[in-house]
């Protein structure tokens, strides 16, 4: 099915959204691989991505190689969200495929299916459909992205359907556990030293419902910190039992930028899209130019209407 809208075009460029999660990633590069296997010309661009990430097959090749006939668009919810926006608009025709409930399906066809825990398990099942060979490599990218947006298997809307997916990749001989340790669960010196500030600098309010924790520039500057190091932190304070939401402040050049979390009873997106942000029921962000503090207590007021 999917090979019936890309088999047209020659000229293909693949990107995702602005500051690179492990899904987005791993979705540019199973396309990616996908698609040179098919015999197209294919190029990718990437923002900036977190270290963890260059064991990732293919991710050396990024850079604009060919002509844009079509643009494929993955994990990304708007054109504004789009890492290259100003290369999206080159091309004459678009393929999204999301899995934010927020997609605007802003390209020519779009494959937005938002019940699926991450764009990479969507990937998955297209391509399988699609009577492609799946390579080791390209289960080792949708792995990544699916064990990177359900942090490990704990969080998201995983059905037998992600298990399935895991399984059938096993039995390529791409290793699960190795990946998740890699991307999910270890920690460099530098992580556990921001982890460390930011448990201490921990509050929970609102009887436990709620709980809140930030890193000031300085926090990140004095251990060198760098990007993506601050991952995974709003994830262990919404793993304290009562906790329904978790806040995560940080300092950035751009702002403040904001991670929030649930266990699906709240809507953190519904939360977030007050203030401009986006993402899913149960994680979402934004980035703004407000003072932390403010910004803490208008988080606090809008989270508390739906307690
Ligand atoms: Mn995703």
Redesign the pocket.
Known sequence: MLNNYIMDYDNILIMAHKRP?G??IGSVLAMYLYLLGQGKRVSFVLDEYASVFSFLPGIDKQGLKNDIDLVIAL?TSSIDRLSHEELFKKAKHSIGID?HPSNTKYCDYNFVYDMEP??CQILYYLFRDSDVLITKDMGICLIN?LVT?TNGFKVGNLTSKSYEMVYELSLLGVDVKDICNRTVVMKTRKQFSLLHKAISNAEFLLDGKIAYTYLKKEDMDEVNALLGDHEGIVDMILNVIGVEVAIFLMETKDGVMASLRSHGNIDVMKVASAFNGGGHVCASGFTIDMEMTKLKNKLIMEIEKYL
């Open positions: 999660d899904d987005a994990d899995h991450a764009t992205g947006d």
